[in-house]
């Protein structure tokens, strides 16, 4: 995805590549919506299921326990594989370095793409060090578990 909107950008046909993209959004939110309607249905039919076999005050017990479980699970998870919110300050500085990067960065793309057509040797510099990279950060993350 990230390479079609590079050269959509560059072909100029952005806008119709986000048109596109809103679509999308727009049917996947739709079909979310019907996905979420069908499980409360599903819900609905297993508690009748239920009710009928253990009876309604019963079932209702039950259910409130599972979710009440499966709420606790979420809280946990969320607890886990949460991170210290970092000071907004520093996010927005974070965002406007990025944003002039990647600015900088898709202009100078086609002389880029124009040198690396020329002369294909240089290609394999910045390939290995993103390789090696790569590898020092996975032995990294390894090493501090």
């Known amino acids: ?3 079609a909107l590079i050269t959509r950008l560059l072909t100029g046909e952005a806008g ?3 048109t596109r993209l809103r679509n999308m959004a ?3 939110s739709v079909a979310g919506v019907f996905g979420l309607v069908m499980a409360i249905f599903l819900l609905v039919a297993l508690f009748s299921w239920v009710a009928s076999h253990l009876g309604t005050v019963g079932t209702a017990l ?3 326990a599972v979710f009440l479980v499966l709420a606790i699970v979420a ?3 969320a607890r ?4 210290p919110p970092r ?3 520093e996010d ?3 965002r406007d370095i990025l944003s002039i990067a990647g600015v900088t960065a898709m202009s100078n793309a086609p002389q880029l793409m124009r040198l690396a057509r020329q002369k294909r040797g240089l290609i394999m510099i910045p390939a290995a060090a993103a390789g090696f990279f790569g590898l020092y950060k996975a032995i990294a993350a390894f090493r501090d578990r």
């Open 92 to 94: 927005r500085l974070q």
């Open 75 to 77: 809280v946990v998870i």
């Open 26 to 28: 727009v049917w996947y």
């Open 1 to 3: 995805m990230p390479f």
């Open 16 to 18: 119709l590549y986000f």
């Open 87 to 89: 000071p907004e300050k």
């Open 62 to 64: 039950i259910f409130a």
């Open 80 to 83: 886990i594989s949460g991170r």
